[in-house]
């Protein structure tokens, strides 16, 4: 068995603030210089404009967005991690309860010693290319 | 119009360097602690052990693999950028030429300003999820 990476703690915790709608607790998961892709075409960067992006985020989906994790791979390369994983995604629409897997990546970075913080934050994957 | 990010560069440099089997150039490319996944569930770490899996990569593939670029997205954050792309290999199987599109993500990290180097090689991106 392998110990829990603490980057898979820091997405299941972010994952958490996200569905509570707790955007400070949400705000320390990221760099001060993070990016966030918001959807295809459109990144922001910095914690005031990605705070701002998730409570639009949290308005479109009718603060019903629930996010949870299916499978995860991590891969550590220098001071950083890159993450591969499945981001599940529930969300009203129409009146019918919807379900989205979407393929994400993610980039962490080691601060310090064991203080880990996201730089980037792509839900969409390689799906960027499908545009 | 907008330049061309130093890092498209090295890509497009390094991709040459592989085709080339120029594996000292190629090794210029990579930081000293970087990874390489060079399947899936198969990672190594640090150029010593990436240089001999770019060797034995090469023989698997005969001395034939080409390496190019297709559609590539760069998502800078922080001092890191994460690069999506479309990695187009030719090389020659059961007598004929092959030609397979991964979608990629790099992971380049700002060792000093202006100066870029890979971290994380993962040419199989999302892909990963698949096993």
Redesign the interface.
């Known amino acids: 068995m392998t110990a829990t990476h603490p980057v898979e703690t820091l997405i299941r915790a972010a994952d958490a603030a996200i569905t509570a709608e707790d955007f400070d607790r949400l705000m320390d998961f990221y ?1 001060e ?3 966030l ?1 918001v959807k295809p075409g459109l ?1 922001v ?1 910095g914690k005031a404009n990605i705070r701002k992006a998730f409570v639009a985020i949290a308005n479109h989906f009718q603060h019903r967005l629930v996010v949870s994790q ?2 995860m ?1 991590l ?6 991690v ?1 993450v ?3 981001s599940l995604l529930s969300y009203p629409e129409s009146g019918a309860a919807t379900h989205v897997t979407r ?3 993610y ?1 962490f ?1 080691e601060e310090s010693p064991g203080n880990w913080t996201c ?4 839900s969409y ?2 799906d ?2 499908d545009q």
Chains 1, 2 share one sequence.
């Not at 891969?75 to 950083?80: A, E, N, V």
């Open positions: 760099a210089d993070a990016t892709v990144s960067s299916g499978r791979e891969i550590p390369g220098g001071d950083t890159l591969i994983m499945e393929r994400a990546t980039v970075r730089v980037i934050d792509n994957g390689t960027l290319l």
